[in-house]
């Protein structure tokens, strides 16, 4: 996300947005298949998960539920 620029010292590359945007959501992706073993391996089924997390979402407002229906549209 950062290169170096001769004689400029670093730099935030153009793409650094992007690239901070996929890293976020391969941490997100990779904390949410653990909660998905832990609740699987407790006996939750999907649709427990999908009302916990439903309701979780609700708690935060719904923040970023704009952006999500952009990216899937």
Same mark, same amino acid.
Do not use: F
């Given at each position: !996300?950062?290169?170096? @620029?001769?004689?400029?010292? !670093?730099? $935030?590359? *153009?793409d650094?947005? @992007?690239?901070?945007? $996929?890293?976020?959501?391969?941490? $997100?992706?990779?904390?949410?298949?653990?909660?998905?073993?832990? *609740?699987?391996?407790?006996?939750?089924?999907?649709?427990? $998960?999908?009302?916990?997390?439903?309701?979780?979402? *609700?708690?935060?407002?719904?923040?970023?539920?704009?952006?999500?229906?952009?990216?899937?549209?």
């Amino acid at each position: !996300m950062l290169e170096s @620029k001769r004689g400029r010292g !670093m730099e $935030v590359t *153009a793409d650094a947005p @992007k690239l901070c945007d $996929v890293r976020r959501r391969e941490i $997100v992706r990779s904390r949410l298949r653990d909660v998905l073993r832990e *609740a699987a391996g407790g006996g939750l089924s999907a649709d427990e $998960v999908l009302s916990l997390v439903a309701d979780e979402w *609700a708690r935060l407002g719904g923040r970023g539920r704009d952006r999500a229906r952009e990216e899937r549209a």
